[in-house]
């Protein structure tokens, strides 16, 4: 299994989302690397997928060739989807965006299908901060990003998630045996947060906030899930 993270940064300044400074970015890189090394993840199966000048202890950095241009957060699609077609992974992979935190082991969850994510906001949306991929979902991602492409003019200002969701829904009967719903352990974020904790099997496994959003922050760190090596993880890299 791979540790993906995936942020390519680009000219347009119209765009869905908050636009991260460079270096605010690097951070969260940072911060997420030392976080998988105390988990025992080989610096090469971590994967960085970025056009920005970054590295960072030895762990794997891919230069995509295609760039989303008309919105910087379907590059995860973009990226998810270069990889498989090019060969430039060779494992199942998971993953994650960079505030998505593993906060205990876990090994790739076995599933039907090709695809395995948690979902939330009462169980009806699949959440893509944190996904499971196989290498075999190739046709699927190029499905995505073929239709993003067809509907660019329409869609700066739509998140990623809603594609994947508006996708999966035109396409129901023809991807749904692909698509596999994972525990919430998976993916127990603020956004309806104590459902999805409740939902969980415990140990939960990956958690969804930003460090630097007290909130958030505030909210895990008050339900136990964030330990002292975390913390000074978050501590050493600014993000607390």
């Not at 080989?42 to 970025?50: E, F, G, K, M, Y």
């Not at 990623?160 to 974020?189: A, C, M, R, W």
Request: glycine content about 4%; charged content about 25%.
């Amino acid at each position: 299994m791979k540790n993906v993270i995936i942020f390519q940064d680009f000219v347009d300044t119209i765009t869905y989302g908050r636009n991260y400074k460079i270096e605010e970015l690097y951070k969260y890189f940072r911060a997420q690397i030392d976080n998988s090394l105390r988990f025992g993840w080989n610096p090469s199966d971590i994967v960085v997928v970025t056009n920005l000048d970054f590295s960072y202890k030895d762990v794997t950095i891919v230069k995509t060739n295609r760039l989303c241009r008309y919105n910087r957060y379907f590059n995860k699609q973009y990226g998810i989807c270069e990889l498989l077609e090019e060969n430039l992974i060779d494992d199942d992979f998971w993953f994650h965006d960079f505030d998505d935190w593993q906060i205990n082991k876990f090994e790739f969850p076995k599933f039907d299908g090709v695809i395995g994510m948690a979902k939330y906001i009462n169980n009806t949306q699949w959440n893509t901060g944190s996904i499971f991929i196989k290498k075999s979902s190739v046709n699927i991602w190029r499905l995505i990003v073929d239709f993003m492409d067809a509907n660019k003019d329409h869609l700066k200002n739509q998140g990623d998630e809603n594609i994947v969701n508006y996708v999966y829904g035109q396409y129901f009967n023809e991807l749904s045996p692909y698509f596999s719903h994972l525990n919430t352990k998976y993916n127990v974020g603020v956004t309806g947060f104590k459902y999805r904790y409740d939902m969980a099997e415990k140990p939960v496994c990956i958690l969804a906030f930003k460090p630097d959003d007290a909130v958030g922050y505030n909210l895990m760190l008050n339900n136990n899930l964030i330990d002292t090596e975390l913390q000074s993880i978050f501590a050493e890299h600014k993000l607390i």
